[in-house]
């Protein structure tokens, strides 16, 4: 009740044209003012100039607080840089009130002792002084001169700049501060290349579905970074990471299906030039092209030919299936930066991928850093990035964790009941007319592990009984394509069958097959790195392995006579990419992974990227 009759005589305050602000939670009390500048700092008075910002004129000025010696709001309209307001506390907040509602396009700031330390903060607008709407997020540059942030004009009378603490404490300290009119002009200019520090690791696109995306990248230092998007060229949309930190991935929500977007990254002072990707089609799109390849992640140099090729726009598809040993030797935060994140920048900017892990990733703490690298979508009742499905336009895609089937998971991370439950109901509720599935250790394989008989023992039955058209895996090092398979045995002439495919070809040492080729084997090579271009196109998929020189190696063709009715955008895995929120960082400590440290070699030879033995019962070699 008492608020309630606060907010009704705040009302009436503004009514009255008097600036009534209801702070959501009282700021902290100062215990002291906050450190005078040096004395070189405050004698460097000016008067403000700004750019890129028509300046409105401020009526009245109103803040969350004050030090208690003089630097009240006002100072941030008196032109001189040398006065300012300091508000004490995270989330102290200065409003500027233009008297009258009018077109407003961002905020011009110059920050005190803003050479020296970086501040968080937030520009929101309000018509009524009370209810504020966010239009902005960032950190200061490091500089006294005022600062322009712009964002999509709008209609509002107030603007707030709320400080969340700066880099050195928790004041929020402002000389002056502008709001800029709408001059119509067009929006933010579009970067072409990367300026500012570097970013540590490049944006990478994650969990993207047919309205939603996400942008991933990692800071060299703490911040709230931000990432300008929008269809087409456009980038006059911003969305800002959710918390501090150095791990990043920052949601872009409101998309629509099959469409290009543009975006840039702004973090902590770094600018990437402009990016574009496309979202996931929906159901009445007949066509999608992606690739697939497994045992890539060697930063060596059959993974940098492959990817040479792959990364061209012309190669890339619409995204990429990795089906595991993505990251040589243990799946460590270091082998995934220089083994997986580094050579495949150029095309995972651009490229969605959609990973399976496999039995490198889990020598460290059972797939740990995996996770924590990737933002996938936990669509399953355990809610694990471990396994997960999607869809994206004809296609159903379903990723499995066999690691956790073959025992190489501990029952508290992963169980074959719980996956197996959850990929009957998952394949018994998509209406998509071609279904692939894809996971590391192979089904059906006269490679050097043989087959997993175990996977296919548990999930074959599950294959069959719901229509899957093709399994994707790799962890033997080669190609193999198998004959339409059903059971323990090729299909008979004509029945239905699966065609199961290896390609753990994508950039770790090859290896020679143990033994002859089997009667159920369609194709194998080990003689070529390469990785796997499929089209589906209505009633046809068309799968080719393409070798770094660009070359056809083997080609696989299905076909299927589609339902008339096109299927509608329904069910979890359809419409949503429930991706859980990543790692989450001390926003005073540095993660431990950015400690100094040499470069990981490349893993080139068959002994790095050799396999620890695995349950012997499990596996069959049947070559013949
Ligand atoms: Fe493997």
């Known amino acids: 009740m008492h608020k309630r009759i606060l907010s009704s005589s705040c009302l009436v305050g503004a009514l009255l044209a008097t600036a009534c602000e209801v702070p959501s939670t009282p700021p902290p009390s100062p215990t002291v003012a906050e450190t005078p500048a040096p004395k070189e700092v405050l004698d460097t008075a000016a008067g403000l100039t700004v750019t890129n910002c028509r300046m409105l004129t401020t009526a009245r000025t109103s803040a969350s607080g004050d030090d208690g010696a003089g630097s009240v709001a006002a100072n941030t309209q008196d032109d001189n840089l040398a006065t300012r307001w300091s508000g004490p506390g995270k989330g102290a907040w200065l409003t500027m009130d233009l008297g009258t509602s009018q077109s407003l396009a961002g905020a011009a700031i110059a920050w005190h002792q803003g050479n020296t330390r970086q501040n968080h903060f937030v520009l929101s607008t309000s018509e009524d002084g009370t209810t504020f709407t966010q239009a902005y997020a960032a950190d200061s540059a490091l500089t006294t001169e005022a600062q322009t942030y712009r964002f999509t004009a709008r209609k509002a009378r107030y603007l707030r700049v709320t400080v969340n603490g700066n880099t050195v404490n928790d004041w929020a300290s402002i000389a002056e501060s502008r709001i800029c009119g709408d001059d119509a002009t067009p929006s933010p200019t579009v970067p072409t290349t990367d300026s500012g520090a570097a970013l540590p690791r490049l944006p990478y696109l994650q969990s993207v579905g047919p309205t939603s995306a996400l942008v991933a990248f990692r800071t060299g230092v703490s911040c709230t970074p931000f990432v300008r998007f929008g269809e087409g060229a456009d980038i006059s949309r911003t969305a800002t990471a959710t918390v501090a930190g150095w791990r990043h991935a920052v949601k872009l929500d409101g998309l629509l299906p099959g469409k290009t977007y543009s975006y840039v990254v702004e ?358």
């Not at 250790?441 to 006269?446: A, M, V, Y």
């Not at 996977?455 to 994707?472: H, N, S």
């Not at 699966?498 to 194998?524: E, H």
């Not at 429930?578 to 992974?593: F, I």
Request: with cysteine.
């Open 267 to 624: 973090a902590c002072g770094s600018v990437t030039g402009v990016r574009q990707f496309q979202t996931a089609t929906g159901p009445e799109t007949t066509r999608v092209r992606f690739t697939a390849m497994g045992d890539f992640g060697t930063g060596g140099t059959a993974q940098s030919q492959v990817l040479k090729l792959l990364a061209q726009p012309s190669r890339a598809g619409e995204f990429l299936l990795a089906l595991g040993d993505n990251a040589y030797e243990s799946g460590t935060e270091a082998d995934f930066q220089d083994h997986m994140f580094k050579p495949m920048a150029a095309l995972l900017r651009a490229t969605p991928i959609f990973p399976a892990p496999g039995n490198h990733e889990y020598v460290t703490n059972q797939g740990q850093p995996y996770l924590d690298n990737f933002y996938l979508p936990a669509n399953n009742t355990e809610k694990s990035e471990r396994y997960y499905s999607f869809d994206w336009g004809p296609v159903h895609f379903v990723s499995l964790d066999s690691n956790c089937v073959i025992g190489l998971a501990t029952s508290d991370r992963c169980t074959l009941a719980a996956q197996k439950s959850w990929l009957s109901q998952d394949l018994a509720a998509t209406k998509r007319p071609w279904k692939v599935v894809f996971f590391h250790h192979p089904t059906w394989s006269s490679g050097e592990h043989g087959s997993q008989l175990k996977m296919r023992r548990e999930f074959a039955p599950l294959f069959e009984q719901y229509g899957v058209d093709l399994v994707l895996t790799g962890h033997d090092h080669n190609y193999e394509r198998s004959k339409p398979m059903k059971g323990d045995a090729v299909a008979a002439s004509g029945t239905r069958g699966i065609v199961y495919m290896v390609v753990g070809s994508g950039g770790a040492s090859l290896r020679p097959f143990p033994g002859s080729q089997p009667s159920w084997t369609a194709f194998r090579d080990n003689t070529t790195a390469g990785y796997l271009d499929v089209t589906v196109d209505g009633g046809t998929l068309a799968a080719k392995l393409i070798t770094p020189s660009g070359a056809v190696r083997d080609s696989l063709t299905l076909t299927k006579t589609l339902p008339a009715a096109v299927p509608q955008m329904t069910g979890v895995s359809a419409m949503s990419m429930e991706t859980p929120p990543g790692p989450v960082d001390d926003p005073t400590r540095q993660p431990a992974y950015m400690r100094p440290r040499a470069p990981v070699p490349p893993a080139d030879t068959l002994e790095s990227v050799a396999d620890a033995p695995e349950p012997s019962d499990t596996i069959v070699r049947d070559q013949k």
